[in-house]
């Protein structure tokens, strides 16, 4: 669809919507934008613009409706939204911002996806292409919007996308040359209501892909395999258990890559920064596409090696009377979380709890196995997951109000040569305006047991 001249209607006036409205006006469309916040100051979006669209908050016109020829929604707003059913129902198009931006994109591009480790994987992927390509882009859910780099592309860019399951709700060619996807495991249910669906928003990264493309999957995960043997494009797995024919695998501490019965070492996970079996999954995932890429072996273990974890992903923050402090605020579900609990080498104090989306939390107590001592619980869900420690038979649970009070809590509870670890299996709204802002203020109250 040519959009100059066209009247779009942008749903969504925050960091998505601003950046897709700035991208309409760039190639010539006419802007409409919507958010349904009544309470929003008009005049404080409009500074956000060089020459403001109409902008309209609460309601909108129902004339505007009948002059537009597409639809673009954040990813913040569910596909079953009242207000987009009722544009659903006149027949008019509705794409997200990745699919706006795919449409003006130039230039190879690589979507990782999966329940956790998309931020990790795409800040790896993007170091380990930067290191060979001159021209690189991490974007999409992990921070820029797609749409504010896609006219600066050429034929010559490297495009690495973290695509969230939001996102994909609204794909219609989005179409990588590389995709990924690290994991599947229940999250966000409470928007996309049953697993099958979550799985199928999953899987849709690869659907218009075909048999010149990769498509890079994880082994031990049942649904990803799953996925792997009923895809049209080529699929290279990576397994923390099994070795494979084709692919990467750990053997003991060593990380291979195996193709056409050649083994090759690409590094020993001691020689790593990051923590954990989950890590060393992502640093497989980071080979397999920066060889499909064709960047040198020795490039890419020099990235590796080098490469730091990413901030509010087991994130070391301080040591303080023997005790290490650890800020995962980007666990935001339980299997998150259980990676993040399983990477520790220390008796931990687990600091737990936040807004409900609907998840179970029993598998991860179950993940504790003798590591955890103390469980210190806040926010929306702290009875639900002390309900489910209780009848995994752990008690030894503490209520806190906020989290500045866990921190003070896991201070006096921890023992020289513990961990204290924030990794809270839920998400962080109704407390904070994003797990980014609750991982801030985690460090921040560390920091301030120093006196």
């Known amino acids: 669809m040519e959009l100059k001249d066209k009247k779009v209607l942008v749903f ?3 960091k998505s919507g601003i950046s897709a409205t700035r ?16 309470d929003l100051d008009i005049s404080t979006i409009e500074n956000k613009f060089e020459m403001s669209p109409e902008i309209y908050v609460g309601k909108i016109p129902k004339d505007k409706l009948d002059q537009i020829s597409l639809m673009i929604i954040s990813p913040g707003i569910a596909i079953d939204h009242p207000f987009v059913k009722e544009v659903e129902e006149k027949g008019i198009p509705i794409w997200g911002e990745i699919e706006l931006a795919y449409r003006y994109c130039k230039g190879k591009i690589i979507g990782i996806t999966g329940t956790n ?3 990790t994987t795409s800040f790896l992927v993007g170091e380990i292409l930067s290191a060979f390509f001159k021209d690189v882009y991490v974007v ?12 600066d592309t050429s034929d010559q860019s490297v495009i690495v996308i973290e695509v969230s399951s ?5 794909i219609h060619k989005f179409h990588p040359d590389i995709s990924a996807i690290l994991n599947i495991t229940p999250d966000h249910l409470n928007r996309h209501h049953t697993m099958e669906n979550y799985i199928n928003l999953k899987k849709s990264i690869t659907v218009n892909q075909d048999k010149g493309n990769l498509c890079i999957l994880n082994y031990e995960d049942s649904h990803t395999r799953e996925i792997g043997a009923k895809s049209d494009t080529r699929v290279m797995y990576f397994s923390s258990e099994h070795s494979l024919e084709y692919g990467l695998y750990l053997d003991g501490d060593d990380i291979l890559y195996k193709k056409d019965a050649s083994i090759e070492r690409v590094c020993n996970v001691n020689e790593l920064r990051v923590l954990g079996k989950h890590s060393y999954e992502n640093v497989m995932v980071g080979v397999g596409i920066g060889l499909e890429m064709g960047v040198p072996m020795d490039v890419i273990r020099q990235t590796i090696i080098s490469f730091n974890a990413v901030e509010h992903r087991i994130e070391y923050v301080d040591t303080i009377d023997g005790v290490c402090y650890y800020n995962d605020s980007k ?3 339980p299997d998150a979380s259980i990676k993040a609990v399983q990477a520790m080498k220390s008796p931990t104090i687990l600091i737990g709890g936040g807004f409900d989306k609907g998840l179970v939390f029993d598998e991860w107590v179950t993940s504790f196995n003798g590591k955890v001592k103390t469980l210190v619980l806040m926010g929306e869900t702290r009875e639900m997951i002390a309900d489910a420690a209780r009848k995994q038979g752990f008690n030894n649970i ?4 906020d989290l500045k009070e866990a921190v003070r809590i896991s201070a006096e509870k921890a023992e020289d040569g513990d961990a204290v670890l924030l990794s809270p299996a839920c998400a962080s709204w109704g407390m904070f ?7 801030r203020m985690f460090k921040e109250y560390v920091r301030e047991l120093h006196g």
């Not at 305006?433 to 991982?439: A, I, L, S, V």
């Open 140 to 151: 999409g859910n992990i921070g820029d919007p797609f749409t504010d780099i896609v006219l």
């Open 12 to 14: 969504g006036a925050g």
């Open 433 to 439: 305006e994003n797990y980014e802002q609750r991982g």
């Open 331 to 333: 666990g935001t579900n």
């Open 398 to 401: 503490i209520m806190v109000n």
């Open 166 to 170: 939001f996102q994909l709700e609204t």
């Open 117 to 119: 480790g998309k931020t």
């Open 23 to 38: 991208l309409l006006q760039r190639i010539g469309a006419t802007v409409f934008l919507y958010d349904g916040k009544e």
